[in-house]
């Protein structure tokens, strides 16, 4: 009966279908479909192998003798299960399937998958714990917020770490934010188990009630504007909308009061308000202060309304004293208003752009607008999300400018400013916003920008400027604007209106014409002209002075004495097509730029007018904080001129530095991002440090090789900041005209310049008597057939960890290069040690609490005894007094010299083993003593050393020994060592690179560069013939930087694959690759401090991570293979690699990056037995490709295997003889994921977290 109720039941399974079928993500909810099914036909048996297969005969007797016969049970079984294995196979995705199609029965099928998915790895394990307790509810609901946490918990529980319910409450209220800290409290203070159930019910009711009330109190706030109650002196037959007291539709201009109307129930206080004393129970008109002209009410009483608009039309109310209007002749009887109360203002404010070209850098402009005297602010943005940091700095400058605080303000809604809504709603600031498409509800702001736009393009038609000045006559524009009278407020100017100034325009001057600045401060010799024709192009915003432009250099001078020539305009003459030009990038802007119904230019437009004969002299300068008109402004170039680039800063003088504080004028406008602090004083300025010098090239040069190189019909493609020219600008000292070097003195360009700088002199002298003293050399005289070398003086300013100057140090070389193979020289070696021995030597020492010691070895080289005969020169200046004539003979290694590196290690060495110690034949510039108890560890990098130790007074013992034969300086615990910073932290130490990032960003002008949270875009492949060429110089930085990019890498390793990447178009780079290249520096920009963890590690096992990209190359279809490999907790070792060849399939590119682990985990283990550091003998390695894990063990070979079976044997080797063990991993607990491929936000954190890397 039970085979009859099975059968039955397993029939049934092939009509039941689930709605998930089995994938990478979803095991735990396919998990529970299937068993369920199973369950209830009762065959889980099979799965877990319970019900074990009977034997294939039975033993019967039949006439009574025992006869072997077939098995009945035996097919039956065979049907169960093969119905739940078919079963199974239907439920999964196409890419499960093909991993497990060799399973053949229901219970191996059963366990496949529970080692694929259910493998309770580290990673996956303290990932997930990790998300668990930093997962905040932040906006997400309490819905939301505790399913997230639930999947959490379940997705731990598959891993074999449930998490208890107790703990998940914990984990959910931890999460929380301090509003609902009341019902944190009740949950935590209860006394007997509250289940997960209780608590999601009291979260969610407490959520609902808090909503409830902010809809309550966002009601009552609407109540107190004035909306919602009739006001007095309104017609009551009105349409209900129409009744809003005074103001009408300009939102609740006056109170509106209608004492009928009551409300009670809620303990809020309905009786009427006076308008005049603020007491209640009565109205104005029944007030005793009605008539008293002296009475000033309390301020604490004096609640304010804020009035938006502005409403022409008049009401009457007989209840009013005084009425406030901005238009004074519709007063018939005006008196001065006797009190405390201040009329209040909103702004309004818009953001404009993109512009078609970028002026300085910035292609967009923000502008705060006041409302009640139509005062223009303008701020020039790079990005449009520089908004909010914008609006605070405006913030700044008005509320300490009037000390009033911001009331409200009127914008659009862009993305732009929902940052500033919430900042809005922190402070107090009332914030309205245009309902969407419809512009017009923020119409000041919109006719600002019309206003702006066409005074600007105004200027620059009528100075012929091409339009990247643009910026420049915007800037112009609002300085004009608002000095300007108006219709609008009585034919006075915003600036009247505001600060009550009467605005200077004798200070005025035409935009763009000729001038020419006092230049005698700048000039190098008497002989230099006193002035130059230059472009005027505005006023100084940090001085009393003009803003010059020398279109030959594309420089700025800043100067308070000018001639000016108004009726002259330089870029006209330059180029007499400009207005047509000028026409052509006009019709480049935006739709939304200029108005369909603005005029515009055409080919009647006069674009040479003369000036006005009356704007004369000047005054104070009032736009900018900075002075950058950057390199970017090469049209100049092509206007005429033969230059492009460098562009002044300049401090403001002294007499305009106490106009910074009184002068109003000086605030109307900043459009460029300063350098240097906007709240800075004048005298502070000048010491800012600034970014080094960049050689710009010529621009007409620049240009021809752009066209010859650049196909046509490329136009769509994006045009980047290398095509253009454009390159981080030079910056001066003091803002004007000095090139900006405010550290220390640089290193010389030549043996004349050293000679004549006493610092390098005295280095010199030091290093010429150390090298007497030393015997390098003795003087023979010349013979002819002798090759006798030449010899250079190297120059080097070291500096300490904190980049503060350390000394000067001068060093003779020779020139190696002229040697010659056979005849002064024969084998060359260097003694560098291995990264990886750096790390393995590190990890065990902090492991072990020994002691790390940095030694420096002085003149290193020249300890070296040479064997071949070497002639050199006599250094000029040192040459013998008596034989002059004669030639060094070299008797002792120098550096430059091709054998120095291979003497001064074979120097060393002897020494070294004269003391007992053995050199490693796993890494030769690895020593090792193990006497006695004793272990020392000594790590050689050319003249740097490193001394391990497990007993600290055994390190001067070795100090005082080698000081007999060499110049040693000791430098105490190892802290900085081939510019690698050691950090020690409670749990070990952290070598991070921060110095070298910082200098390397300093070297390419990125200091200020916008951060990027991935090195490498997910979205986009790179590829060898993508893009434009570089030139040959610019090639030859690329290469450098990649270089300087690999050396960072001995720490990093979260950019190896990055920059392994850019390094395969080394040959041939374009500007795709340069931009790559640009994403990783501004990768490190935003975590120059993270560094490699080296902790305390009680387990010596070496592990390793093993990981391919098939095919992932798409110019040659090549894969990528990485590893990581631990020794310990600890990783010291790592590699991403293109693969020689082309694999056929993705186990064969899995097998190979296995093969290679293996080979570099043979080489750890080598090394840990030679220094004797016990090690479990079977190292472990993770791979995630069950084929290559089979492949690895299965000891057949067939035909799509055998042509890797001769390189890669030696894993099955291993594994055979048990010192090796391979696992699978699910792909996305792979730690070595990240050396195959770009990694997302989110991924990467995980990829760093695996890999030990992080701050200090």
Not at 238 to 260: A, E, L, T, V
Not at 1145 to 1152: D, H, W
Request: glycine fraction near 8%; include cysteine; aromatic fraction near 10%.
């Amino acid at each position: 009966m039970a085979s009859s109720s099975q059968s039955s039941a397993s029939g049934s399974l092939g009509g039941i279908t689930v709605t998930e079928k089995l994938s990478k993500g979803n095991y735990l909810i396919w998990k529970v479909q299937v068993l369920a099914v199973i369950r209830g036909a009762r065959l889980d048996s099979y799965l877990t192998g319970a019900t074990k297969k009977p034997s294939a005969t039975i033993i019967i007797k039949k006439n009574e003798k025992e006869v072997e016969v077939s098995n009945p049970a035996v097919d039956e079984w065979i049907a169960n299960d093969q119905q739940v294995l078919g079963y199974l196979l239907t439920t999964m995705s196409r890419d499960v399937l093909s991993q497990v199609a060799t399973c053949s029965s229901a219970a191996s099928l059963w366990s496949t998958i529970e080692g694929m998915f259910s493998s309770a790895t580290r990673a996956r394990s303290i990932n997930t714990k990790i998300a668990l307790t930093n997962t905040k509810k932040g906006d997400l609901g309490i819905a939301e917020y505790v399913s997230k946490m639930r999947v959490l918990a379940d997705e731990l529980a598959t891993s074999g770490k449930p998490v208890d319910e107790e703990d998940l409450i914990s984990y959910i209220i931890a999460g929380l934010d301090e509003d609902f800290e009341p019902i944190i409290s009740s949950l935590v203070s209860k006394s007997e188990h509250v289940s997960l159930g209780e608590a999601y019910s009291q979260l969610l009711s407490f959520e609902q009630r808090m909503k409830m009330r902010q809809e309550h109190s966002a009601n009552l706030a609407n109540r107190g504007r004035g909306r919602g109650n009739p006001g007095r002196g309104r017609n009551n037959k009105q349409p209900q909308q129409q009744q809003r007291g005074h103001g009408g539709n300009s939102r609740g201009r006056g109170r509106g009061n209608n004492s009928n109307q009551r409300q009670g129930g809620n303990g809020v206080d309905y009786r009427p308000k006076c308008q005049l004393c603020y007491k209640r129970g009565h109205t104005v008109i029944d007030c005793w202060y009605r008539y008293d002209e002296d009475f000033v009410p309390d301020e604490k009483y004096a609640g304010t309304t804020a009035s938006y608009g502005v409403d022409s039309n008049w009401y009457v109310d007989t209840g009013t004293t005084d009425h406030v209007t901005g238009e004074l002749e519709k007063l018939t009887i005006r008196d001065k208003y006797k009190g405390q109360d201040q009329v209040q203002t909103a702004n309004g404010a818009d953001v404009w752009g993109p512009a078609p070209v970028a002026g300085g850098g910035k292609k967009y402009y923000v502008s705060f607008i006041d409302a009640f005297s139509r005062f223009t602010w303008i701020y020039f943005l790079k990005y449009k999300s520089e908004v909010f940091q914008k609006f605070q700095e405006f913030q700044c400058l008005v509320e300490r400018m009037f000390n009033r605080k911001i009331i409200s303000m009127q914008t659009d809604w862009g993305g732009e400013y929902q940052k500033l809504n919430t900042f809005f709603n922190k402070i107090g600031i009332t914030h309205h916003v245009s309902c969407p498409h419809t512009h017009q509800q923020n119409g000041s702001a919109e006719r600002k920008h019309r206003h702006i736009v066409e005074v600007g393009l105004s200027l620059l038609a009528h100075a012929s400027l091409p339009l990247k000045f643009w910026d420049e006559a915007y800037q112009s524009g609002v300085y004009l604007i608002n000095r300007m009278p108006t219709k609008v407020l009585g034919y006075s100017s915003p600036l009247e209106c505001l600060f009550k100034q009467t605005p200077d325009y004798q200070a005025l001057r035409t935009f763009g014409c000729a001038c020419w600045p006092d230049l005698r401060p700048y000039n190098s010799h008497k002989m230099h002209f006193r002035s130059k024709r230059c472009t005027f192009l505005g006023y100084s915003p940090l001085h009393k002075g003009f803003r010059c432009l020398d279109s030959s250099t594309g420089r700025i001078y800043i100067s308070r004495d000018v001639v000016f020539d108004e009726s002259v305009f330089p870029f006209a003459e330059l180029n007499p097509n400009a207005g047509t030009n000028l026409r052509k990038e006009v019709n480049l802007l935006p739709a939304d730029m200029l108005n369909p119904g603005d005029v515009q230019l055409n080919d009647h437009v006069n674009y040479y007018p003369t000036a006005p004969a009356n704007m004369v002299a000047a005054e104070n300068p009032v736009e900018n904080t900075e002075e950058n008109l950057a390199s970017t402004r090469d049209d100049a170039a092509d206007s005429g001129g033969s230059d492009t680039g460098t562009i002044s800063n300049a401090d403001p003088a002294d007499d305009a530095a106490g106009d910074m504080t009184a002068n109003p004028n000086l605030n109307d406008s900043s459009t460029h991002e300063s350098s240097i602090s906007a709240s800075a004083s004048p005298a502070s300025q000048s010491s800012v440090a600034t970014a080094p010098e960049a050689t710009l090239p010529n621009p007409q040069q620049h240009q021809q090789a752009l066209r010859s190189s650049t196909p046509e019909g490329e136009a769509s493609r994006p045009v980047t900041h290398l095509q253009k020219g454009i390159r981080k600008e030079k910056i001066y000292t003091d803002r004007t005209v000095k090139y900006g070097c405010l550290t220390t003195t640089g290193e010389p360009r030549d043996l004349h310049d050293a000679l004549h700088d006493t610092n390098w002199k005295h280095a010199m002298d030091a290093k010429f008597t150390a090298l007497l003293h030393n015997k390098t050399w003795h003087l023979v005289p010349p013979q002819k057939g002798r090759n006798i070398i030449d010899y250079k003086w190297v120059y080097k300013i070291k500096r300490k960890q904190d980049g503060s100057l350390d000394r000067y140090k001068a060093r003779l070389v020779a020139k190696g290069f002229k040697q010659r193979y056979g005849i002064d020289y024969e084998d060359t070696f260097s003694p560098v040690v291995k990264a990886a021995t750096i790390r393995i030597i590190l990890s065990i020492a902090v492991s072990r609490g020994w002691t790390l010691r940095q030694l420096d070895v002085q003149n290193a080289f020249l300890h070296g005894i040479l064997e071949e005969e070497v002639y050199m020169k006599q250094p000029p200046g040192y040459e013998d007094k008596v034989h002059p004539d004669y030639v060094c003979k070299l008797d002792k290694a120098l550096y430059g010299l091709k054998q120095a590196p291979r003497a001064w290690y074979a120097k060393l060495s002897q020494k070294l083993q004269h003391l007992g110690f053995q050199g490693s034949k796993a890494d030769t510039s690895l020593f090792f003593y193990n006497k006695g108890g004793l272990i020392i560890f000594v790590l050689v990098y050319v003249d740097d050393i490193i001394v391990a130790s497990s007993r600290q007074d055994a390190v001067p013992a070795l100090l005082k020994d080698l000081q007999k034969d060499f110049a040693l300086k000791d430098l105490g615990d190892l802290h900085y060592f081939l510019g690698i910073e050691v950090n020690k932290a409670s749990s070990g130490i952290v070598l991070t690179q921060e110095k070298y990032v910082t200098d390397l960003l300093r070297r390419v002008g990125m200091t200020d560069c916008k951060p990027v949270s991935t090195p490498l875009s997910t979205s986009e492949k790179l590829t060898l013939h993508e893009g434009d060429l570089l030139g040959p110089n610019d090639a030859s930085n690329y290469r450098s930087v990649v270089g300087a990019l690999q050396y960072l890498t001995l720490t990093r390793p979260d950019i190896y694959f990055p920059v392994n990447k850019v390094c395969q178009f080394l040959h041939a780079p374009t500007i795709v690759h340069w931009a790559a290249m640009k994403r990783i520096l501004r990768y490190l920009k935003q975590c120059t401090k993270l560094g490699l963890k080296i902790s305390k590690s009680k387990s010596m096992l070496v592990s390793g991570y093993s990981d391919a990209d098939w095919a992932g190359n798409i110019d040659d279809r090549r894969s990528t293979g990485g590893f990581a490999v631990f020794l310990g907790d600890n990783l010291v070792s790592w590699n991403a690699k293109k693969q020689a060849t082309v694999p056929r399939s993705s186990t064969e590119s899995e097998y190979k990056a296995l093969a290679n682990a293996t080979a570099e985990i043979m080489w750890i283990q080598t090394l840990l037995e030679e220094l004797s550091v016990p090690s479990p003998p079977m190292a472990r390695l993770w791979c995630d490709n069950l084929g290559a894990k089979y492949l690895s063990s299965n000891p057949v070979f067939h035909a799509r295997t055998k042509h890797i079976e001769v390189d890669y044997h030696f894993v099955r080797e291993r594994m055979q003889r048990k010192l090796l063990e391979v696992e699978f991993i699910p792909t996305g607990d792979q730690v070595a994921d990240g050396f195959t491929k770009a990694l997302s936000a989110r991924q990467l954190e995980n990829f760093k977290y695996n890999l030990n890397v992080g701050r200090l």
